[in-house]
């Protein structure tokens, strides 16, 4: 059964500050990796979508890794600003049979400091 | 084009009512996945439905809970005989066809029973 673990689990740093979340996965046989973040009572916005066959993707200040083999992915935040206040939530598709769901993480919280 | 939309926002319930929740996906999408958040808990994946089929429905309470997706109208998340225990923000992702893909979220359905 796959699990998924984030750490830290809360985080809090001055604005400007570049910054590394992690995640961890147990079952390396996964079609992709995606992160989120959700903001207090909304839902959940997609940032990066990793397929297992590639290492990293890009979108502005945001760079996530993945390394299958090792079942890690980092999601890298390049000057920090308070609007990224957020929890970022790691999740993996399976590639094995079975569920066709997501699995998630319980989450980084992030708080940027004014 | 809009985006996961789903109503209510919010449902309150008395114990042994039933709770519908609706879903409708982004266009031209025909992959639903339906999925829970319990307090202080990560999102679990329930049921994941195509056009008039439940594909992996591994998620899904064995009692009380089901899901629908016909070929008119959104996808459905019936709860029946609500007890307070299925308290929780409930979660709603379309996807185009590949599994490969990325999973776009709507706002969800914060659901309470009294």
């Known amino acids: 059964k796959q699990e998924v673990t984030q750490i830290p689990a809360a985080l809090s740093v001055p604005e400007g500050e570049n910054l590394v979340l992690n995640c961890s996965f147990t079952?390396?046989?996964?079609?992709?990796l995606q992160w989120f973040r959700q903001d207090p009572g909304k839902g959940l916005t997609s940032l990066l979508l990793i397929q297992s066959s590639q290492r990293e993707q890009t979108s502005g200040r945001l760079n996530a890794s993945l390394d299958k083999s090792s079942g890690r992915s980092t999601l890298y935040i390049a000057a920090s600003q308070p609007g990224d206040s957020a929890t970022y939530l790691c999740a993996v598709r399976g590639s094995g049979g079975g569920a066709d769901g997501l699995t998630f993480g319980k989450g980084t919280h992030l708080i940027i400091q004014p | 084009n809009a985006g996961v939309m789903q109503n209510p926002r919010h449902l309150v319930r008395r114990r042994g009512q039933e709770a519908r929740l609706r879903c409708s996906p982004m266009?031209?999408?025909?992959?639903v996945y339906w999925y829970r958040q319990l307090p202080e808990e990560g999102l679990k994946f329930m049921v994941y439905?195509?056009?008039?089929?439940?594909?992996?429905e591994s998620g899904m309470p064995k009692e009380r809970f089901s899901a629908e997706f016909p070929k008119e109208g959104p996808s459905i998340l019936r709860i029946q005989q609500v007890v307070r225990g299925d308290s929780a923000a409930y979660f709603c992702?379309?996807?185009?066809?590949?599994?490969?893909?990325?999973?776009?979220f709507g706002p969800g359905t914060r659901l309470l029973v009294l």
């Open positions: 439905l195509q056009k008039e089929n439940i594909i992996d």
């Open positions: 079952d390396s046989a996964i079609y992709n």
């Open positions: 266009k031209g999408h025909s992959h």
């Open positions: 992702a379309s996807s185009p066809r590949q599994r490969r893909e990325t999973q776009y």
